[in-house]
C-alpha cells in the first residue's frame, strides 16, 4: 500500500514536501515514483528513485526544482518540490512497480498507485 501526504496550497515560489509511505511487500519493489495529474489533462510522469540504487530521474519540467530522496528506515519516498509553479498544480500520485524493465517514465509500468494529495499553487 502507498500512503501520499504533505499537498497543500501555496503561493508561487514556495515549497512542499510530499510524502509516500509504503507499506507491505516493500522488498519486491524496483521503483517508487511521483506522477501528477491536472485537471483536464492526462496523468504525466514527474520524478522515479530505483530503490536498489537510489538513482533518480525526473521530468524535464521539473529538473532544478525537484528533487526524489528515500528512507528506507522509514520506507518512505520524498518529493521535494521548490520554486512552485502554478502550472504544477495537480493531484500528486505516488506509485511502486516491480519490475526492472520497461519505461519506467511511463505509469503503465507501475503496479500500485497511492490516492493522490493536492497541491495547489496560486500566482
Known amino acids: 500500500q502507498l500512503q501520499a501526504s504533505g499537498g497543500g496550497l501555496v503561493q508561487a515560489g514556495s515549497s512542499l514536501r510530499l510524502s509516500c509511505v509504503v507499506s507491505?511487500?516493500?522488498?519486491?519493489?524496483?521503483?517508487l515514483g511521483w506522477f501528477r495529474q491536472a485537471p483536464g489533462k492526462e496523468r504525466e510522469f514527474v520524478g522515479t528513485?530505483?530503490?536498489?540504487?537510489?538513482?533518480?530521474a525526473l521530468a524535464d519540467s521539473v529538473k532544478g526544482r525537484f528533487t526524489i530522496s528515500r528512507d528506507n528506515a522509514k520506507n518512505t519516498v520524498y518529493l521535494q518540490m521548490n520554486s512552485l509553479k502554478a502550472e504544477d498544480t495537480a493531484i500528486y500520485y505516488c506509485?511502486?512497480?516491480?519490475?526492472?524493465?520497461?519505461?519506467?517514465?511511463?505509469?503503465?509500468?507501475?503496479?500500485?498507485w497511492g490516492q493522490g494529495t493536492q497541491v495547489t499553487v496560486s500566482s
Open positions: 528513485i530505483i530503490q536498489t540504487s537510489g538513482n533518480t
Open positions: 506509485a511502486a512497480r516491480g519490475s526492472p524493465y520497461g519505461d519506467l517514465r511511463s505509469r503503465t509500468s507501475y503496479d500500485s
Open positions: 507491505g511487500r516493500t522488498f519486491s519493489i524496483n521503483s
